[in-house]
């Protein structure tokens, strides 16, 4: 019974259906054939046709379920993340939780008032001075007047912006607006609070207080908040529980760092096939791996201060392909950007030798210290001539970084606290 | 097993008469920076700023004064022309401004309802009650220029003795104008050719609102079936009959426009919440 009460946010069968293409034309007759079966008191006749929301391959139907049979609950004082990649429904859920739009079919349940935050400085006009913009964002996100003369302090304290509460907003930094925004709403006291990747703005030091704020929301005040982010380092700090969306159906909900987890398998399980045509057919990459130096075999186990090469192959127009930098970038599992193996950097030409009809780079990288744990290399290519990006393929491959013998760690190491790189060193 | 309590419940259907004015008021603050912002914003950077409002409503009724009553010979009665003109324009306009202001609420504001839930409703009623203040400057406008006929002309014009009750006659324009408003702006978040039948279709409506044609005009040339059914052309007489003691008021005129306006707000009401749910996948 007690555990019962607990449960602050219950989402029960919850989904939600989209239209493709261009809507407007054909509206005013699917329409009426809606209306008719209203009327005739049979069922929708465009919620059956539906399917799952996998973006990349070309479905039959006009309509796709955004969100499919989402089912959770969630704990007065928890902080759930929402994980899952672009397009897999994130977005749309918190619209449906903070009743920007309606779910097609199911519902939710909740005690206690709902704020969401799907953007910062939602309202904010340009010409009205950082005072009345608080006034005006704040009211708009659900708090009264007299609210927000209690906290107008506060509010301005937080946001660092004292000197210029009296200017008008259109004068304000970008980042001086979010800060602004962010402060509003963080002294907004609602039961329930829905975050959307609005950290990703600002400066580090005010992303580092804007998650300090939120966790003192949850564990001070016994608020609940729910967090949608790309950046797994700041979902594993703060959240408790997470959830996975995959093509807008719950995968998977549980521990955090299990969920994270299946977030990076799920990544990889995507995994492009050789060889991948790019522009037109015109430029294809055949084959991009890691191998130990020296031998053949390719592999995604690397032992700490080995020697290692990453080798990509390309075929193409001769002139094409020499006009062509190429960099590998290796991230971590938080996708924080390690190093970066760049042809630009050392000032390397790409070069057919003669009777060749394909290329092969090879990168070789002496005694690599990273810690033990899991990478994933992206290739970048870019055009010489004018530096421009043509085209990036994230994660390629994944691999993993094991402890070796001649360089013993005794303890786990953790990315957050130690770092990503661990030099070979000695203790005297 | 106890029965789970739960005091929210969003849904795909809600009631359609459920219209949760406990939560506008909730809201109410809200919608009083809601004016705010737009009364202070409107002008901001303008040299004339608000002089505006009057500079439209006078050169208006001068050109309708020159054209209507000059060149095309219609009769006022025993109102000045310019008078007559002024006193319609006037009240027109408060009606004009509240129904194409309101007609565009759910295309305009699309980026703070797409993020943010609050009750739309609490929109297009900011912007009646904003539009009354640029109503009362413009009513500022009229009153100078009625003292300045009856003081200084010998026009003979008074006052109706209901004068008293021309704020009410304020609040059922407002609420046409709202209702018709909100119940456009509904249907343009599907089918966006309405915004163009708004534009010109409010034209041509004030010639068949007595704004500058007198009913009994109309009456006279035997085509009063075109002024019949139009909730705004007896608004207007009414309005005219009360500041200048001229015109027809009927029975009936102020029996349609009390139900047709209460009415029109209702169902504007209804169909506007129903539509708040999900217009952001639409639009």
């Known amino acids: ?62 309509y796709v379920w955004a969100l499919k049979d989402i089912d959770f609950e969630v704990k007065r004082g928890e902080i759930l993340g929402i994980i899952g990649k672009n397009g ?125 704020k939120m966790q003192d929301i949850s564990s001070q005040a016994e608020r609940t908040v729910l967090f949608v982010s790309h950046d797994m380092g700041a979902i594993q700090s703060l959240c408790t529980r997470a959830i996975l969306l995959v093509n807008g159906e719950l995968n998977i909900i549980g521990k955090t760092k299990m969920i994270i987890s ?26 991009f791996h890691l191998h130990k130096s020296h031998k053949k075999e390719i592999i995604n186990i690397v032992a700490y201060n080995d020697d290692i090469s990453i080798i990509v192959k390309l075929k193409g127009n001769r002139s094409d392909i020499e006009d062509l930098l190429l960099e590998f970038k290796i991230y971590n599992k938080q996708q ?93 | 097993m106890e029965k789970e309590k739960w005091l929210f419940n969003i849904s795909p259907k809600n009631n359609t008469f459920n219209l949760n004015l406990k939560e506008v008021w909730h809201y109410r603050d809200l919608l009083f920076l809601f004016v705010k912002r737009d009364v202070i914003t409107l002008y901001k950077q303008t040299i004339l700023g608000p002089l505006w409002y009057l500079i439209q409503p006078l050169f208006t009724s001068v050109i309708f004064t020159l054209v209507f009553n000059n060149v095309a010979g219609i009769k006022t009665g025993g109102i000045p022309p310019f008078l007559f003109n002024l006193a319609g324009i ?23 309802f797409g993020k943010v839930y609050f009750p739309r409703i609490i ?91 007198p009913l009994s005009l109309f009456q006279k040339k035997g085509v009063e079936w075109l002024v019949m059914y139009n909730p705004m052309g007896y608004i207007i007489e009414m309005a005219r009959f009360l500041l200048l003691n001229q015109g027809n008021v009927s029975k009936f005129g102020i029996a349609y426009t009390v139900i047709f306006s209460v009415l029109c707000l209702l169902f504007g009401t209804v169909i506007f919440n129903k539509t708040e749910k999900t217009f952001i996948d639409t639009i």
């Open chain 1, 1 to 62: 019974m007690m555990k019962q009460q607990d449960v602050i946010l219950k989402v029960e069968n919850v989904s939600k259906q989209y239209r493709l293409g261009v809507v407007g034309t054909g509206t005013i007759s699917h329409d009426f054939n809606r209306f008719l079966a209203k009327v005739t008191g049979k069922e929708d006749p465009y919620l059956k046709i539906g399917e799952s929301n996998d973006r990349s391959t070309k479905g039959t139907s006009e």
């Open chain 1, 88 to 212: 897999a429904g994130k977005s749309t859920l918190l619209k449906i939780l903070s009743k920007v739009t309606g779910p097609t079919t199911g519902c939710i349940k909740y005690n206690g008032r709902i704020a969401s935050l799907l953007e910062v400085g939602t309202g904010f006009h340009p010409e009205m001075t950082g005072k009345e913009n608080i006034f005006l964002n704040g009211a708009i996100l659900g708090m009264t007047k007299k609210e927000i003369s209690r906290k107008l302090d506060e509010i301005i304290e937080f946001s660092g912006c004292e000197r210029y509460v009296d200017t008008p907003v259109k004068r304000y930094s970008s980042g001086m607006k979010v800060r602004l925004a962010f402060a509003v709403a963080a002294f907004l006291e609602p039961d329930i609070l829905i975050v959307d990747e609005v950290l990703a703005v600002g400066d580090t030091e005010f992303q580092k207080k804007a998650i300090g």
């Open chain 1, 262 to 287: 299946e977030y990076f398998k799920a990544k990889t399980i995507a995994k492009e096939v050789f060889p991948i045509s790019v522009f037109n057919n015109s430029l294809s990459i055949i084959d």
């Open chain 1, 336 to 428: 924080k950007l390690i190093t970066t193996f760049s042809t630009y950097l050392l000032n390397f030409n790409l070069k057919f030798k003669n009777g060749d009809n394909q290329l092969k780079v090879n990168c070789d990288i002496r005694n690599i210290i990273l810690a033990p744990n899991n990478y994933y290399i992206s290739l970048i290519i870019m055009k010489k001539s004018n530096l421009s990006v043509y085209r990036i393929f994230d994660d390629l491959i994944q691999f993993k970084m094991v402890k070796s013998k001649d360089f013993i760690l005794k303890n786990v190491v953790k990315p957050n606290i130690h770092g990503d790189i661990i030099f070979n060193h000695k203790w005297n």
């Open chain 2, 90 to 112: 006037t009240t027109w306009n408060y009606f004009k401004e509240c129904l194409v202001a309101t007609s565009d609420t759910f295309k305009k504001n699309e980026q703070i």
């Open chain 2, 123 to 213: 929109m297009p009623m900011s912007i009646i009650i904003s539009n009354l203040l640029k109503f009362a400057i413009q009513l500022f406008i009229l009153i100078c220029f009625y003292l300045y006929y009856v003081f200084f002309t010998n026009s003979g014009i008074r006052p109706s003795e209901f004068l008293f009750l021309f704020p009410l006659l304020i609040v059922f324009m407002g609420m046409v104008g709202l209702g018709l408003g909100m119940i456009i702006s509904s249907m343009v978040t599907k089918y966006r050719d309405l915004t163009f039948l708004v534009s010109f279709g409010i034209q041509l409506l004030m010639y068949i609102s007595l704004v500058v044609i």
